[in-house]
């Protein structure tokens, strides 16, 4: 039998497996592994299989707006605007009527990545 699952990573960081249709279902856990894990044990409560179980899993990845970006930046949002006009800020996922939005990992690998190349030379003495 074959299940169409969403999985994706909620604000405090656990993952969400959630199984849709006739046999809809929800797992959760610290993990991707763990979460997937969960719901099948939900799911095989729930259901009376014969044969192999099926999990077609979407990974939904985390979003970001300009403000979400610029909390992870440390930013105001005018500053994240400058670098996008710029061109110095990561290429949108999408731009929307309500604005642009990017993977959320995109935009935290560019805050490491800046913050390294932006750390204060610490001086001697």
Do not use: C
Not at 36 to 62: F, K, N, Q, W
């Amino acid at each position: 039998m074959d299940i169409q699952v969403s999985l994706r990573e909620n604000e405090g960081g656990r993952w969400v497996a959630e199984a849709h249709g006739e046999q809809a279902a929800r797992g959760a856990g610290a993990s991707q592994e763990r979460a997937l894990a969960s719901l099948r044990r939900s799911l095989g409560r729930s259901l009376a299989v014969d044969g192999p179980l099926t999990l077609i899993v979407e990974v939904i990845p985390r979003l970001a707006g300009v403000a979400e970006a610029a909390e992870v930046m440390g930013w105001d949002k005018r500053r994240v605007v400058t670098y996008i006009d710029r061109g110095s800020f990561p290429e949108p996922l999408q731009s929307l009527a309500s604005g642009r939005i990017w993977r959320r990992s995109d935009v935290e690998a560019y805050a490491a990545d800046w913050r390294t190349r932006h750390r204060p030379a610490r001086r001697r003495r």
